[in-house]
């Protein structure tokens, strides 16, 4: 476990070597964005807006029960953008988007297409890797952001239909 855990370290660090270089191609960061933040989207959004629907069933109940309907909002709010759609948002995004990438890199394992990119003298970590975690780097905040507002909506429209 150790030894894995350094390799992903030094693993890490010849990325970010060769991304500072300047030898990252903007092609492949935008290939991958595509890849990782477009992809998955659709399962991010549905899993936060479902999230959020369920949450603000739970709230509005509680707080109708107690006379304080106007601090629904609020409270959704705060509960939904600090700590809901991020956690949900990532975890999504990182399911989705973590099983293709090992996929993809597990297909290139297997067709040699690491070792054949290696014989040309060309650094097989920060080819196939440094767009990846760039791309990740770019895209996961920009998910978290359209997360939060799916999330309000959804707490609004449970919110409006339950209060009315």
């Known amino acids: 476990m150790i030894t894995f855990l350094g390799q992903c370290v030094q693993n890490l660090f010849q990325a970010a070597k060769y991304t500072l270089k300047g030898n990252v191609r903007l092609s492949s960061i935008v290939s991958q964005i595509a890849a990782i933040g477009f992809d998955s ?5 549905s899993i936060v807006f479902i999230a959020a629907c369920v949450i603000a069933l739970q709230v509005a109940h509680q707080f109708l029960m ?18 809901i759609a991020p956690g949900f948002a990532a975890l999504a995004l990182a399911a989705r988007a973590g099983t293709a990438i090992t996929a993809q890199v597990a297909n290139m394992q297997v067709t040699n297409q690491i070792d054949a990119i290696e014989v040309l003298k060309v650094d097989s970590i920060g080819y196939y890797f ?35």
């Open 41 to 45: 989207l659709g399962i991010s959004l």
């Open 66 to 83: 107690s006379g304080g309907e106007s601090y629904i909002g609020g409270a959704l709010a705060v509960a939904l953008i600090r700590e």
């Open 130 to 164: 440094a767009p990846r975690i760039l791309a990740g780097a770019i895209t996961v905040p920009m998910v978290v952001l359209i997360a939060e507002l799916i999330d309000i909506v959804g707490g609004l429209v449970v919110s409006n239909a339950t209060i009315g």
